[in-house]
């Protein structure tokens, strides 16, 4: 688990972290996306991530930034149900929640 300061919590820094964290799971559980793995990758549509594999991600995601709960159902849950969300979102939401924002 890497420890971030206050100052380490930049856009660029989680960009950083979440695509190598993304392409690392990407490698372990061989989801069969064969593009490159990037900003505007959508993690359910594009990286064809079922809900459990989202839940995976999301709980390693928790441990690389060494937080407690982050609030992913904000992310994901809209009046409808389950929504499609891209990997630039997915940093901006991060991005807000570690830093203390409400994300919108």
Known sequence: MKG???SELNLENINTDVL???KTFAADID???SGEIGPGCRI???LDLD???VVMLFSEI???FGRGKIPFEDLIWRE???DDFTIRELVEF???HLNGATPG
């Open 4 to 6: 971030y300061g206050a």
């Open 20 to 22: 190598k964290l993304i």
């Open 51 to 53: 809900s459990i594999k």
């Open 80 to 82: 409808n149900g389950l």
């Open 31 to 33: 989801f069969g996306y």
């Open 94 to 96: 991060l991005y807000a």
């Open 44 to 46: 359910l549509e594009d």
């Open 62 to 64: 928790q441990k690389q």
